[in-house]
Nanobody, 124 residues
Framework: QVQLVESGGGLVQAGGSLRLSCAAS????????MGWFRQAPGKERGFLAT????????YYADSVKGRFTISRDNAKNTVYLQMNSLKLEDTAVYYC?????????????????WGQGTQVTVSS
């Protein structure tokens, strides 16, 4: 079992930045592919970014490419999501996820463990 806890969400003005963290505990972190997803009110949860076990491979949804950066520190058992140039439509609950089926993945079904989510609200 892996427990994931997100932090770093909050209220930010459009154009601003936030960095989300996801701390993992319970098992060794490095064997897990990690991903970030988000769910806005009335919408399904959607993929944002994923990073391979080594951290060498990353992949982003088109909607956040060039604005968001995923990274991981295996020594600290933590994955990050740096979010820049935030837009109103980025308002959502943000979730991190961990899985072992693949090295990295944009599909939620490849993730076995999910955090509780952290709210990000972008205001005008």
């Amino acid at each position: 079992q892996v427990q994931l806890v997100e932090s770093g969400g909050g209220l930010v003005q459009a154009g601003g930045s936030l960095r989300l963290s996801c701390a993992a505990s319970g098992r060794t972190f490095s064997p897990y592919a990690m991903g970030w997803f988000r769910q806005a009110p009335g919408k399904e949860r959607g993929f944002l970014a994923t990073i391979s076990r080594s951290g060498r491979i990353t992949y982003y949804a088109d909607s956040v490419k060039g604005r968001f950066t995923i990274s991981r520190d295996n020594a600290k058992n933590t994955v990050y999501l740096q979010m820049n140039s935030l837009k109103l439509e980025d308002t959502a609950v943000y979730y991190c996820a961990a899985g072992t089926r693949t090295d990295y993945s944009r599909f939620s079904y490849n993730y076995d463990y999910w955090g509780q989510g952290t709210q990000v609200t972008v205001s005008s």
